[in-house]
């Protein structure tokens, strides 16, 4: 246990032996130098993820919601629904932190996971944010089974439908980008 080893190094300071407390952070302690790195996926890439998992949030379960259907409502409802370009919380809705799906690593690239779709998990933005560079057991968190599309999808289908409906919606890049994404699937 992490407390014991930080413990056992007080006292061996406390008892004037600092070669010693070194010696037991660094055997039993070592420090971890994470990388940081900034990953950008595609919305193809994002989207099979989010289809792969079911639109669930894998680390705790709850349903999300296909990116674009939350940026839909905050074009044409920005007064009930807005959204700020930077995330600002205090601008944004907060559907957008707890029902946006965003790609985690399961195990952190920073900590020696692999960048690749088989430690790839979709999780919402909060989430993600808050898991950051931890382990699952160091959360106490767990990893959820994926949901399945035929129980929820994330309100893809009714996103599909409403852009088939509504195609000057289209002229927004945002949304033109995820219906293209959506389009490559071949899951609608």
Known sequence: MDHKIISKACIALGEGKIKIAKKIIEIEYPHQSLKST?????????????????????????????????????????EVFPFQKNWKMSECHL???????????????????????????????????????????????ELYPPGLLKDWDGLMHWF??????????????????????AMRTNEI
Do not use: C
Request: proline share 5%.
């Open 38 to 78: 900034i990953r950008n996926y595609t919305e193809y890439q994002s989207t099979k993820i989010f289809i792969r998992d079911g639109f669930i949030d894998r680390y705790s379960g709850k349903k999300l919601i296909f990116p674009p259907v939350l940026r839909l409502l905050s074009k044409l409802m920005p």
């Open 95 to 141: 559907a957008y932190w707890q029902l946006f799906p965003t790609i985690d690593h399961i195990i952190p690239v920073a900590r020696g996971g692999d960048d690749e779709d088989r430690n790839w998990v979709t999780t919402s933005m909060l989430r993600n944010n808050a898991k950051s560079n931890w382990l699952l057991k160091e959360l106490g968190w």
């Open 160 to 181: 599909m439908e409403y852009v088939e409906n509504h195609s000057e919606i289209l002229n927004v890049p945002y949304i033109y980008k995820w219906h293209k994404a």
